[in-house]
């Protein structure tokens, strides 16, 4: 699972690094912070409290980094750049090129307005009222100075309080916290599974055969919006609202043959789970003929496909999907 790295000055923020970590846990995401005993921060005994950080940042998938009122003290007497804690971090997630979350508490953005308008100026600051957390200015103005040729986001969000934050997060992280409940619900097996079988009758007065397609859901939860395309004769769109577990329905195609032929089709299917993943199956159908009277019929799954979906929509009102993903695994095509 995506593990989330939480930057941010500590004894000003405790409530919001607590609430922020319980919302990545419900999101299924794995936080990881600094002095919160139920995120996966590890300790390092052998490394100081810095190098702790460090490591553990270096571990993750993306970092939220969260700038109040204070920047910090600086760590140069300790032999690390004449930076804050949340600013190194910060400097290291963009060097090792993780994506970056900012969320920066409204009132400081409106002192970072006045201080872009007045940075040689004496000006009192409402929110930013210590001189050493004007340094925060600087982490903003790394921030947000766009370097050629390399990779990374200036953008940031400003939020009140941390129900407006909570709702950013939610936006933004959604799509990662969706990416990892699919593969949460493939390795558990909690997907429906469709199974896809033949039965071929012979022709008795005539030349066509009739081949019965068998469609059934072994899997353990329903599949829902189920459609099937054969790509044979009329090739008509086939809908099933709900296939249960272990509901089967099927769909009979008459095949005139001239003379001793196989028979090749495609059929592609789509169904949603309940949670409002998409899943898209192609299967190759076939009957090899050694005679009239001898012959041999399969279906084969050549592709199954992933489509996370990415809204938060749930069953019945599928919307917008995409990240689609390859037969075997979940990630970007």
């Known amino acids: 699972?995506?593990?989330?790295?939480?930057?941010?000055?500590?004894?000003?923020?405790?409530?919001?690094?607590?609430?922020?970590?319980?919302?990545?846990?419900?999101?299924?995401?794995?936080?990881?912070?600094?002095?919160?005993?139920?995120?996966?921060?590890?300790?390092?005994?052998?490394?100081?409290?810095?190098e702790t950080c460090l490591a553990n940042l270096r571990q993750c998938d993306a970092v939220i980094v969260i700038l109040c009122q204070r920047y910090g003290p600086s760590l140069e007497k300790t032999g690390f750049p004449d930076l804050s804690a949340t600013h190194l971090e910060y400097t290291e997630a963009k060097r090792l090129g993780k994506p970056i979350r900012m969320y920066i508490r409204d009132r400081l953005d409106g002192d970072y307005r006045i201080y872009l308008k007045n940075r040689k100026s004496d000006v009192q600051f409402r929110w930013v009222q210590d001189e050493k957390d004007r340094r925060l200015f600087e982490l903003m103005d790394e921030h947000l100075k766009l370097a050629k040729g390399r990779p990374g986001s200036n953008w940031y969000d400003t939020f009140r309080d941390s129900v407006e934050l909570k709702t950013l997060l939610n936006r933004d992280f959604g799509p990662l916290a969706a990416r990892n409940e699919l593969e949460a619900l493939v390795v558990d097996n909690r997907i429906p599974i469709i199974a896809v079988s033949i039965d071929v009758t012979p022709p008795q007065d005539s030349r066509d055969w009739l081949i019965r397609i068998g469609i059934k859901n072994v899997g353990t939860v329903p599949a829902y919006r189920l459609t099937w395309n054969v790509v044979a004769g009329e090739n008509q769109d086939q809908v099933m609202p709900v296939l249960a577990p272990q509901q089967e329905t099927c769909q009979a195609i008459l095949y005139t043959m001239h003379r001793v032929e196989n028979w090749e089709s495609t059929l592609n299917m789509t169904y949603y789970m309940p949670q409002g993943h998409r899943i898209v199956d192609e299967y190759e159908l076939g009957i090899r003929f050694a005679s009239t009277l001898r012959f041999w019929s399969g279906a084969q799954c050549k592709s199954k496909t992933y489509h996370v979906a990415t809204d938060g929509v749930r069953p019945f009102v599928i919307a917008e999907l995409d990240e689609s993903v390859p037969t075997g695994r979940i990630g970007n095509q």
Do not use: C, W, Y
């Not at 419900?26 to 810095?50: C, E, H, K, W, Y």
């Open 1 to 50: 699972m995506s593990k989330v790295f939480i930057s941010s000055t500590v004894f000003d923020l405790l409530d919001v690094r607590a609430e922020v970590t319980q919302l990545l846990h419900d999101m299924r995401l794995v936080p990881v912070a600094s002095g919160i005993a139920t995120s996966a921060f590890q300790p390092l005994p052998d490394q100081n409290s810095i």
